[in-house]
């Protein structure tokens, strides 16, 4: 059988779940809930995680870069300007080139700015960059991102930190059908079902943080978003059922005394 693995930009992957490395308690309570996650991937708010500064704790003591990849992400960038300034910092930190495009264009809401993401997509493409991008859910701009060189379309699925769920079936299901790069939700999703209904979805993976730092019990809740991932994964592998408006019985009639 053929591994079912997450490729972006020619890297594979066995987990379909990204987790972030903000919001938690500790880098200690962090490290504990990626583990128990089984995530492969972690993005680093560059801007906000110490990931340099050799004086006050670092990031690399807790989550071992040689083990678990780093996707350094923009986060708290609101133009063009400080997203490009930020992720080149990142490249000659750590030589990082796949990264995470984040503009937002509100402080309140926090919703992307779809211009100055595309305008940096296109000149962090063109300096060789594998942009993974925090967009919003319209179809005509994603495809833009995706004909810009983008290698990850990552859709939110409602306000970042929101916890409300996947909020536009429609458009998620339109940006499957024309998406050929990995299709990620990236923010918004708030419990295990939230992430099955994703995957069910046909989508390549999910990004979550909010949800799980910030739950009564973070190792538990990233054991179930583990877990949901996964169920979700395999659901829609498996191929569900026509729904119908008419009952089905489970036996056939040949027989019936």
Known sequence: MKLDTLKIANKNFKSRLIVGTGKYKSMKE??????????????VAVRRVNIS?????????????????YLPNTAGCFTSKEALRTLRLAREIGGWKIVKLEVLGDKKNLFPDMIETLKSTEDLTKEGFKVMVYCNDDPL?????ENSGASAIMPLAAPIGSGLGIQNKTNIKILRNQTK?????????GQASDAVQ????????????????????PFQMAESMKHAVISGRKSFLSGRIMPSLQGSPSTTKKGLI
């Not at 790069?181 to 999703?189: E, K, N, S, Y």
């Open 181 to 189: 790069v990995p299709l990620i939700i990236d923010a918004g999703i």
């Open 53 to 69: 500064d050799r004086t006050k704790p670092l990031l690399m003591d807790y989550i071992n870069p040689k083990k678990i990849m």
């Open 141 to 145: 701009m994603c495809k833009r991102l």
């Open 198 to 217: 994703a995957m069910e979805m046909g989508c390549d993976a999910v990004l979550i943080n909010t949800a799980i730092a910030k739950a009564k019990n």
């Open 30 to 43: 962090c490290a504990k809930a990626i583990k128990i996650s089984g995530a492969e991937i972690v993005t």
